[in-house]
Structure formats: C-alpha cells, structure tokens
Nanobody, 123 residues
Framework: QVQLVESGGGSVQAGGSLRLSCVVSGDTTRSYCMGWFRQAPGKEREGVAIWESDGTTSVVDSVKGRFTISQNNAKKTLYLQMNNLKPEDTAMYYC?????????????????WGQGTQVTVSS
C-alpha cells in the first residue's frame, strides 16, 4: 500500500483559489491511481477528481471548468488546483490512492487515504 500526506487547504472568499497537494510514498512502481475526495458536514464523502497512471483524468461535473487535477511523477505528488471557489465547495478534502489503477473510480474500493485538509469558502 501507499502513504499519503495532504497540504494546501485553508479559508478563502468565494471566487478565490487554492491548490491542494498530496505526496505519496510507498509502492507506486506498479500501475496505480490517485484521487481527491471531499466530505462536507452532514453529507456523504464524494469523489472530486481522479488521476490514473495511464494518464487518464476525470473530474466530477460540479467542479468541471474550475478544478484541475495533475500529477508530478518525479515528485510523487498529486495536485488539485481549485479556482473560482464557491461556498458549496467547503469540505474536508481527502487524497486517496490505490495500487489497482481503476480502484479510485469507486469510493468503496480505494484503500489508502490521507488524513484530509480543510477547505472553507466564505460568501
């Protein structure tokens, strides 16, 4: 499995930007995936964006055009650039990863999780 450490959360006003980072360590030499998930108070955790080791990326419709996921393989770091933030983006954001490339597509399947970083957007 892998270990994950997130950073970059904070408090911003609506329309602002933040960039989340997630450093991965452990067995990533094989095919793997990484993703960002979030959980708002009183709501279920949901997927936000996914990166797979074949270069495939995807983002959920609610953040398309505002959030971008990217990965720096040399730095073993996953990023989430969040622009034009809205109050409804307020949540704890978690980085997750799995050594099975397709497992990040399913919240219930992905097995390695970071501790989370809080993002708060005020109106």
């Amino acid at each position: 499995q892998v270990q994950l450490v997130e950073s970059g959360g904070g408090s911003v006003q609506a329309g602002g930007s933040l960039r989340l980072s997630c450093v991965v360590s452990g067995d990533t030499t094989r095919s793997y995936c990484m993703g960002w998930f979030r959980q708002a108070p009183g709501k279920e955790r949901e997927g936000v964006a996914i990166w797979e080791s074949d270069g495939t990326t995807s983002v959920v419709d609610s953040v398309k055009g505002r959030f971008t996921i990217s990965q720096n393989n040399a730095k073993k770091t996953l990023y989430l650039q969040m622009n034009n933030l809205k109050p409804e983006d307020t949540a704890m954001y978690y980085c997750a990863a799995d050594v099975v490339r397709t497992y990040c597509r399913n919240l219930a399947s992905v097995r390695s999780w970071g501790q989370g970083t809080q993002v708060t957007v005020s109106s």
